[in-house]
Protein backbone atom coordinates (compact mmCIF):
# COMPACT_ATOMS: atom_id res chain seq x y z
CA UNK A 1 0.00 0.00 0.00
CA UNK A 2 1.22 3.62 -1.21
CA UNK A 3 1.50 6.63 0.80
CA UNK A 4 -1.33 7.99 -0.36
CA UNK A 5 -3.40 5.25 0.53
CA UNK A 6 -2.76 4.90 3.78
CA UNK A 7 -3.19 8.49 4.12
CA UNK A 8 -6.96 7.84 3.01
CA UNK A 9 -7.47 4.29 3.89
CA UNK A 10 -10.95 3.74 5.83
CA UNK A 11 -10.25 0.30 6.21
CA UNK A 12 -12.62 -1.43 9.04
CA UNK A 13 -14.56 2.37 9.66
CA UNK A 14 -18.13 2.48 9.23
CA UNK A 15 -19.66 5.46 7.01
CA UNK A 16 -22.78 7.09 6.92
CA UNK A 17 -24.19 9.15 4.22
CA UNK A 18 -27.30 10.66 4.37
CA UNK A 19 -28.85 11.47 0.39
CA UNK A 20 -26.78 8.28 -0.23
CA UNK A 21 -28.59 6.77 -3.15
CA UNK A 22 -27.94 9.51 -6.00
CA UNK A 23 -25.87 12.19 -6.50
CA UNK A 24 -23.16 13.69 -4.22
CA UNK A 25 -24.17 11.21 -1.91
CA UNK A 26 -23.84 8.26 -3.96
CA UNK A 27 -20.45 9.15 -5.36
CA UNK A 28 -19.10 9.55 -1.57
CA UNK A 29 -20.44 6.09 -0.74
CA UNK A 30 -18.88 4.20 -3.27
CA UNK A 31 -15.63 6.13 -2.76
CA UNK A 32 -15.65 5.20 0.91
CA UNK A 33 -16.21 1.63 0.37
CA UNK A 34 -13.46 1.54 -2.20
CA UNK A 35 -11.27 3.02 0.16
CA UNK A 36 -12.40 0.08 2.73
CA UNK A 37 -15.52 1.33 4.72
CA UNK A 38 -18.55 -0.71 5.10
CA UNK A 39 -20.95 1.65 4.30
CA UNK A 40 -24.53 2.62 5.06
CA UNK A 41 -27.01 4.12 2.50
CA UNK A 42 -29.46 5.99 3.57
CA UNK A 43 -32.43 8.33 1.76
CA UNK A 44 -35.94 8.17 1.69
CA UNK A 45 -36.97 5.38 -0.79
CA UNK A 46 -35.78 2.02 0.72
CA UNK A 47 -35.57 0.64 -2.52
CA UNK A 48 -32.92 3.22 -3.65
CA UNK A 49 -30.85 2.46 -1.05
CA UNK A 50 -31.17 -1.21 -1.44
CA UNK A 51 -29.97 -1.09 -5.04
CA UNK A 52 -27.17 1.26 -4.31
CA UNK A 53 -26.22 -0.88 -0.97
CA UNK A 54 -26.41 -3.84 -3.55
CA UNK A 55 -24.31 -2.50 -6.33
CA UNK A 56 -21.26 -1.10 -3.35
CA UNK A 57 -21.14 -4.65 -2.51
CA UNK A 58 -20.67 -6.36 -5.55
CA UNK A 59 -18.41 -3.67 -6.63
CA UNK A 60 -16.42 -3.20 -3.56
CA UNK A 61 -16.62 -6.17 -1.40
CA UNK A 62 -17.61 -4.02 1.48
CA UNK A 63 -20.74 -4.15 3.41
CA UNK A 64 -23.41 -2.00 2.84
CA UNK A 65 -26.45 -1.34 4.36
CA UNK A 66 -29.43 0.34 2.87
CA UNK A 67 -31.69 2.42 5.28
CA UNK A 68 -34.94 4.48 4.81
CA UNK A 69 -35.12 7.68 6.61
CA UNK A 70 -36.63 11.15 6.14
CA UNK A 71 -33.68 12.87 7.09
CA UNK A 72 -35.92 16.61 8.20
CA UNK A 73 -37.98 14.39 10.81
CA UNK A 74 -36.48 14.55 14.26
CA UNK A 75 -38.01 11.58 16.07
CA UNK A 76 -36.85 9.37 13.03
CA UNK A 77 -32.94 9.74 13.53
CA UNK A 78 -32.45 7.49 16.96
CA UNK A 79 -33.91 4.74 15.02
CA UNK A 80 -31.37 5.17 12.27
CA UNK A 81 -28.25 5.73 14.45
CA UNK A 82 -29.65 2.43 16.61
CA UNK A 83 -29.62 0.41 13.46
CA UNK A 84 -26.50 1.53 12.65
CA UNK A 85 -25.34 0.31 15.54
CA UNK A 86 -26.81 -2.54 15.95
CA UNK A 87 -25.70 -3.86 12.50
CA UNK A 88 -22.05 -2.35 12.54
CA UNK A 89 -21.17 -1.36 16.58
CA UNK A 90 -20.16 2.12 16.03
CA UNK A 91 -20.21 4.89 13.40
CA UNK A 92 -16.76 6.20 12.38
CA UNK A 93 -17.76 8.74 10.17
CA UNK A 94 -21.21 10.27 9.35
CA UNK A 95 -21.81 12.50 5.69
CA UNK A 96 -24.63 14.81 5.96
CA UNK A 97 -25.62 15.22 2.36
CA UNK A 98 -29.63 14.64 2.18
CA UNK A 99 -30.81 17.98 1.25
CA UNK A 100 -33.50 19.97 -1.12
CA UNK A 101 -34.39 23.49 -2.78
CA UNK A 102 -37.60 23.92 -3.97
CA UNK A 103 -38.18 25.56 -7.16
CA UNK A 104 -40.64 28.42 -6.90
CA UNK A 105 -41.30 31.29 -9.15
CA UNK A 106 -41.33 34.25 -6.95
CA UNK A 107 -40.62 34.70 -3.38
CA UNK A 108 -43.96 35.06 -2.47
CA UNK A 109 -44.89 31.01 -3.44
CA UNK A 110 -42.81 30.22 -0.48
CA UNK A 111 -44.97 28.69 2.03
CA UNK A 112 -44.87 27.94 5.53
CA UNK A 113 -44.69 24.64 5.04
CA UNK A 114 -42.30 24.91 2.26
CA UNK A 115 -39.78 26.96 4.04
CA UNK A 116 -39.99 24.08 7.14
CA UNK A 117 -39.40 21.52 5.22
CA UNK A 118 -36.34 23.35 3.83
CA UNK A 119 -34.84 23.96 7.26
CA UNK A 120 -35.69 20.63 8.46
CA UNK A 121 -34.09 18.62 6.20
CA UNK A 122 -31.22 21.41 5.37
CA UNK A 123 -30.77 22.27 8.97
CA UNK A 124 -32.56 20.59 11.78
CA UNK A 125 -31.88 16.59 10.74
CA UNK A 126 -28.29 17.33 10.11
CA UNK A 127 -27.79 19.20 13.61
CA UNK A 128 -29.98 16.32 15.30
CA UNK A 129 -27.51 13.23 13.46
CA UNK A 130 -24.72 14.98 14.23
CA UNK A 131 -25.69 15.19 18.18
CA UNK A 132 -26.36 11.61 18.37
CA UNK A 133 -24.15 9.98 16.31
CA UNK A 134 -21.31 12.52 17.31
CA UNK A 135 -21.50 11.64 21.39
CA UNK A 136 -21.20 7.79 20.28
CA UNK A 137 -18.07 8.69 18.28
CA UNK A 138 -16.96 11.01 21.12
CA UNK A 139 -18.14 7.67 23.74
CA UNK A 140 -15.79 5.66 21.57
CA UNK A 141 -12.51 7.92 21.06
CA UNK A 142 -13.56 9.61 17.85
CA UNK A 143 -14.97 10.48 14.23
CA UNK A 144 -15.33 12.72 11.99
CA UNK A 145 -18.38 14.34 10.52
CA UNK A 146 -18.57 16.10 6.96
CA UNK A 147 -21.46 18.58 6.70
CA UNK A 148 -22.34 19.07 2.78
CA UNK A 149 -23.31 22.18 2.31
CA UNK A 150 -23.62 25.21 -0.66
CA UNK A 151 -21.83 28.25 -2.34
CA UNK A 152 -25.58 29.34 -1.94
CA UNK A 153 -25.02 29.76 1.43
CA UNK A 154 -22.57 32.97 0.89
CA UNK A 155 -23.67 33.51 -2.10
CA UNK A 156 -27.68 33.65 -2.11
CA UNK A 157 -29.78 34.71 -4.78
CA UNK A 158 -33.66 35.15 -4.54
CA UNK A 159 -34.45 31.72 -6.38
CA UNK A 160 -32.71 29.74 -3.39
CA UNK A 161 -33.68 31.99 -0.30
CA UNK A 162 -34.80 29.46 2.21
CA UNK A 163 -31.96 26.82 0.78
CA UNK A 164 -29.18 29.60 0.76
CA UNK A 165 -30.29 30.77 5.02
CA UNK A 166 -30.73 26.80 6.05
CA UNK A 167 -27.43 25.99 4.51
CA UNK A 168 -25.54 29.08 6.54
CA UNK A 169 -27.12 27.73 9.38
CA UNK A 170 -25.54 24.57 8.62
CA UNK A 171 -22.27 26.36 8.24
CA UNK A 172 -22.53 27.77 11.81
CA UNK A 173 -23.20 23.99 12.88
CA UNK A 174 -20.36 22.79 11.85
CA UNK A 175 -18.02 25.49 14.15
CA UNK A 176 -20.22 25.00 16.83
CA UNK A 177 -20.33 21.27 16.80
CA UNK A 178 -16.27 21.27 16.15
CA UNK A 179 -16.13 23.25 19.39
CA UNK A 180 -18.55 21.02 21.51
CA UNK A 181 -17.61 17.50 19.83
CA UNK A 182 -13.70 18.00 20.31
CA UNK A 183 -11.47 17.25 20.94
CA UNK A 184 -11.91 13.61 19.51
CA UNK A 185 -15.15 14.15 16.69
CA UNK A 186 -13.39 16.71 13.48
CA UNK A 187 -16.69 18.44 12.24
CA UNK A 188 -15.89 20.19 8.93
CA UNK A 189 -18.26 21.99 6.12
CA UNK A 190 -18.14 20.10 2.63
CA UNK A 191 -19.19 23.77 0.36
CA UNK A 192 -20.01 22.38 -2.78
CA UNK A 193 -20.69 24.78 -6.00
CA UNK A 194 -23.03 23.59 -9.06
CA UNK A 195 -22.81 19.76 -9.59
CA UNK A 196 -24.45 17.30 -12.40
CA UNK A 197 -27.20 15.80 -10.26
CA UNK A 198 -30.89 14.52 -10.22
CA UNK A 199 -31.26 17.86 -8.08
CA UNK A 200 -29.87 20.63 -10.78
CA UNK A 201 -31.10 18.57 -13.86
CA UNK A 202 -33.78 21.76 -14.61
CA UNK A 203 -30.92 24.11 -14.82
CA UNK A 204 -28.66 22.31 -16.63
CA UNK A 205 -31.41 21.56 -19.53
CA UNK A 206 -31.47 25.02 -19.95
CA UNK A 207 -28.59 26.04 -22.40
CA UNK A 208 -28.97 29.73 -21.19
CA UNK A 209 -29.59 29.31 -17.79
CA UNK A 210 -26.64 26.80 -17.73
CA UNK A 211 -24.45 29.45 -19.33
CA UNK A 212 -24.97 32.01 -17.04
CA UNK A 213 -25.13 29.93 -14.18
CA UNK A 214 -21.20 29.03 -14.86
CA UNK A 215 -20.21 31.95 -16.70
CA UNK A 216 -18.36 33.49 -13.37
CA UNK A 217 -16.68 30.25 -12.58
CA UNK A 218 -12.89 29.88 -13.05
CA UNK A 219 -13.85 26.51 -14.52
CA UNK A 220 -16.87 27.78 -16.14
CA UNK A 221 -18.19 24.51 -16.05
CA UNK A 222 -20.21 22.50 -13.71
CA UNK A 223 -18.86 19.75 -11.89
CA UNK A 224 -19.32 15.50 -11.98
CA UNK A 225 -20.28 13.74 -8.98
CA UNK A 226 -17.04 12.32 -9.11
CA UNK A 227 -14.92 15.73 -8.92
CA UNK A 228 -16.25 15.66 -5.15
CA UNK A 229 -14.51 12.56 -3.73
CA UNK A 230 -11.15 13.95 -3.37
CA UNK A 231 -12.43 16.27 -1.08
CA UNK A 232 -15.00 14.19 0.63
CA UNK A 233 -12.38 11.55 1.55
CA UNK A 234 -9.93 13.96 2.59
CA UNK A 235 -12.76 14.75 5.00
CA UNK A 236 -13.50 11.44 6.05
CA UNK A 237 -10.14 9.92 6.91
CA UNK A 238 -6.93 10.57 8.38
CA UNK A 239 -5.94 13.32 5.54
CA UNK A 240 -7.46 15.81 7.74
CA UNK A 241 -6.58 14.90 11.18
CA UNK A 242 -5.48 18.21 12.07
CA UNK A 243 -8.80 19.93 10.25
CA UNK A 244 -11.84 20.63 12.34
CA UNK A 245 -14.29 23.62 11.76
CA UNK A 246 -13.13 24.21 8.58
CA UNK A 247 -15.05 24.93 5.31
CA UNK A 248 -13.19 22.94 1.91
CA UNK A 249 -14.90 24.67 -1.08
CA UNK A 250 -15.41 22.46 -4.09
CA UNK A 251 -17.08 24.98 -6.93
CA UNK A 252 -14.96 25.15 -9.78
CA UNK A 253 -13.74 28.53 -8.76
CA UNK A 254 -16.32 30.49 -7.68
CA UNK A 255 -15.82 34.13 -7.09
Not at 67 to 92: M, Q, T
Amino acid sequence: MGYADTLFDLTGRVVLVTGGSRGLGRAMAFAAAHCGADVVVASRTYVACAAVSAEIQKETGRAALPYAVHVGRWDELPGLVDAVHERFGRIDVLVNNAGMSPVYEDLGQVTEKMFDSVLGLNLKGPFRLSVLAGKRMAEAGGGAIVNVSSTGSIRPRPAIVPYAAAKAGLNAVTVGLAQALGPTVRVNTLMCGPFATWATRGWQENPEQLAEGVRPHALQRVGAPDEVVGAALYLMSDASSYTSGATLRVDGGMP
